[in-house]
């Protein structure tokens, strides 16, 4: 009889200028109340930096950013689909 495979935990840790960024495609809010759907944002996308490069500065996890769609690479990591960019892909930070 064959055990259960234990579940891999993966995590990706970025070299040099790279970001991993788990996008966010749900509606969202403004603080004044305006709700902005995914299919609004034809051309950008948003997210929130889960891990950062040494040399991706002024930008850490947490961060929610606004990238191009069509920037950076898709990664599944664990059934979690992420994006790794690179710094220079981010258009801006959302402070919300």
Request: charged fraction near 30%; hydrophobic fraction near 40%.
């Amino acid at each position: 009889m064959l055990e259960d495979p234990r579940p891999m935990r993966m995590t990706l840790e970025p070299l040099d200028d790279f970001l991993v960024v788990e996008p966010a495609d749900e509606e969202s809010e403004t603080r004044a109340g305006l709700i902005l759907p995914a299919s609004a944002e034809t051309q950008c996308s948003t997210g929130i930096v889960t891990a950062v490069g040494p040399e991706a500065e002024g930008v850490g996890p947490g961060d929610k950013v606004l990238f191009l769609k069509e920037a950076g690479y898709d990664v599944r990591l664990a059934g979690t689909a992420v994006k790794v960019v690179r710094r220079h892909e981010l258009i801006a930070r959302i402070h919300d």
